[in-house]
């Protein structure tokens, strides 16, 4: 288990150097992309360059992230929440419409996934390294096993509450009223 293999990049971006430390197809991101917005496949190296191009067409000084295209995860992941050191909901998130995107407020499905030790592993230990209380960790599949995409400081649990039937606002609730010594009487 690792991460995907990820970058930050300025322009102009060296193709040459990105295809040599990532390869294609590639994930474009953009820094301020939420919900599957500015996420982007370039299938291959002529579409990247084209991408970078249209990119420096529109704004000459931009910078955005290149991640590696982790095939087994295509149309699929898995959303962990965890607060306070805790996993408190995971989901399955699959596209319908056979898009590489899985997020749900673009039209994804999901279902509750029973946790396995590296999932759990994995979503406490990056939110741990990441100095986060409260965490959204998306894990994509890869060869039986899991890599991370991305750790969301501040993750949508909309979905999660939906799917999962889980409070997850409680549990968030809880964890403050505990962190800031709030025991539940009245002040």
Same mark, same amino acid.
């Given at each position: 288990?690792?991460?995907?293999?990820?970058?930050?990049?300025?322009?102009?971006?060296?193709?040459?150097?990105?295809?040599?430390? !990532?390869?294609?197809?590639?994930?474009?991101?953009?820094?301020? &992309?939420?919900?599957? #917005?500015? %996420?982007?496949?370039? =299938?291959?190296?002529?579409?990247?360059?084209?991408?970078?191009?249209?990119?420096?067409?529109?704004?000459?000084?931009?910078?955005?992230?290149?991640?590696?295209?982790?095939?087994?995860?295509?149309?699929?992941?898995?959303?962990?929440?965890?607060?306070?050191?805790?996993?408190?909901?995971?989901?399955?998130?699959?596209? !319908?419409?056979?898009?590489?995107?899985?997020?749900?407020?673009? &039209?994804?499905?999901? #279902?509750? %996934?029973?946790?396995? =030790?590296?999932?759990?592993?994995?979503?406490?230990?990056?939110?741990?390294?990441?100095?986060?209380?409260?965490?959204?960790?998306?894990?994509?599949?890869?060869?039986?096993?899991?890599?991370?995409?991305?750790?969301?400081?501040?993750?949508?649990?909309?979905?999660?509450?939906?799917?999962?039937?889980?409070?997850?606002?409680?549990?968030?609730?809880?964890?403050?009223?505990?962190?800031? &010594?709030?025991?539940?009487?009245?002040?």
């Amino acid at each position: 288990c690792s991460a995907s293999k990820t970058m930050l990049v300025r322009s102009p971006v060296d193709v040459d150097y990105v295809e040599k430390r !990532i390869g294609f197809p590639i994930v474009v991101k953009s820094l301020s &992309g939420t919900h599957g #917005k500015g %996420v982007y496949l370039a =299938e291959n190296k002529k579409n990247f360059s084209q991408l970078m191009d249209m990119m420096e067409q529109i704004n000459d000084r931009f910078n955005i992230i290149l991640q590696e295209f982790v095939s087994d995860s295509y149309g699929k992941d898995v959303r962990i929440i965890v607060v306070g050191g805790k996993v408190i909901g995971a989901m399955k998130r699959e596209s !319908i419409d056979g898009d590489f995107r899985a997020n749900i407020t673009r &039209g994804g499905e999901a #279902k509750p %996934v029973d946790i396995d =030790e590296q999932m759990e592993y994995l979503a406490l230990e990056s939110t741990k390294l990441l100095g986060l209380d409260i965490g959204g960790v998306d894990l994509l599949y890869d060869n039986g096993g899991y890599k991370i995409c991305e750790v969301n400081s501040n993750p949508g649990f909309e979905g999660m509450e939906m799917f999962t039937k889980k409070n997850i606002a409680s549990e968030i609730v809880s964890f403050i009223k505990l962190k800031v &010594g709030i025991n539940g009487q009245d002040n």
